[in-house]
C-alpha cells in the first residue's frame, strides 16, 4: 500500500507562489501517474496537474493557465507542484494522488492527506 504526504501548503497573498511537494512511501511511484486535485468546502474535488510515470504526459486544468508546474523527483518518489501567481479562487485543500490514465484524464487511486492553501487579496 502505498502512502502519500503532501508538503509545503499556507498562507499568502494573491500573485505570491507556492511549491507543494508529496512524497510516496510504501512502494515506488516512478510506475504510476502522479497528480494534484484540490478542493474547497460545498464543492467537488476538481483536476489540478498530472503527469505519466515517464513523463512525456502532462495535463493541466484550464484554470491553471500557465501558473503552475507539475515535476516529478523519481529519485525521492516524489511529485512536486510549482504554483505562481496566485489567486484568491484558488484556496483550497490540495491533495496528491497516484492513479493511471485514461486519455487525458487522470483517475486517482491512492490519495494524500492534503495541504491547505490559502490566498488573500
Known amino acids: 500500500q502505498i502512502h502519500l504526504e503532501e508538503s509545503g501548503g499556507g498562507s499568502v497573498k494573491a500573485g505570491d507562489s507556492l511549491r507543494l511537494s508529496c512524497v510516496a512511501s510504501?512502494?515506488?511511484?516512478?510506475?504510476?501517474?502522479m497528480g494534484w486535485h484540490r478542493q474547497t468546502p460545498g464543492k467537488e474535488s476538481e483536476f489540478v496537474a498530472a503527469?505519466?510515470?515517464?513523463?512525456?504526459?502532462?495535463y493541466y486544468a484550464p484554470f491553471v493557465e500557465g501558473r503552475f508546474i507539475i515535476s516529478r523527483d523519481h529519485a525521492k518518489n516524489a511529485v512536486d507542484l510549482q504554483m505562481d501567481s496566485l489567486k484568491v479562487e484558488d484556496t483550497a485543500v490540495y491533495y496528491c494522488?497516484?492513479?493511471?490514465?485514461?486519455?487525458?484524464?487522470?483517475?486517482?487511486?491512492?490519495w494524500g492527506q492534503g495541504t491547505q492553501v490559502t490566498v488573500a487579496s
Open positions: 494522488a497516484t492513479g493511471f490514465l485514461s486519455g487525458s484524464t487522470f483517475r486517482p487511486i491512492n
Open positions: 503527469m505519466s510515470s515517464s513523463g512525456d504526459r502532462i
Open positions: 510504501g512502494r515506488t511511484a516512478s510506475d504510476l501517474t
